[in-house]
């Protein structure tokens, strides 16, 4: 069982930035992957971005070059540097990460509220 706890979520004004964290916790063999997504009102939840206990990462081309994930394996902690954030980033914000076992689980955290607003 993993249990995901996010954290970091907020009221942001334009061009500014937030720090989303999420931490692993809980009996699990291995936490391969670990990523962020998000869900607006009204539309498809997407993947923001996700990053490999060996660190390659990977980001939705809307994010590119504003917002960068990062990993502390030893901690099964996933971190999301979001800069320069725009109305159209607000969403509620997903935590996963993939366990390793006989077969593949994914795990969600409950979501944190991202709000971009003047």
């Known amino acids: 069982q993993v249990q995901l706890v996010e954290s970091g979520g907020g009221l942001v004004q334009p061009g500014g930035s937030l720090k989303l964290s999420c931490a692993a916790s809980?009996?699990?063999?291995?936490?391969?992957?670990m990523g962020w997504y998000r869900q607006a009102p009204g539309k498809e939840r997407e993947l923001v971005a996700t990053i490999t206990d060996g660190g390659s990462t990977n980001y939705a081309d809307s994010v590119k070059g504003r917002f960068t994930i990062s990993r502390d394996n030893a901690k099964n902690t996933v971190y999301l540097q979001m800069n320069s954030l725009k109305p159209e980033d607000t969403a509620v914000y997903y935590c996963?990460?993939?366990?390793?076992?006989?077969?593949?689980?994914?795990?969600w955290g409950q979501g944190t509220q991202v709000t971009v607003s003047s």
């Open positions: 809980g009996r699990f063999a291995r936490i391969t992957s």
């Open positions: 996963n990460a993939e366990e390793e076992r006989l077969a593949v689980i994914d795990w």
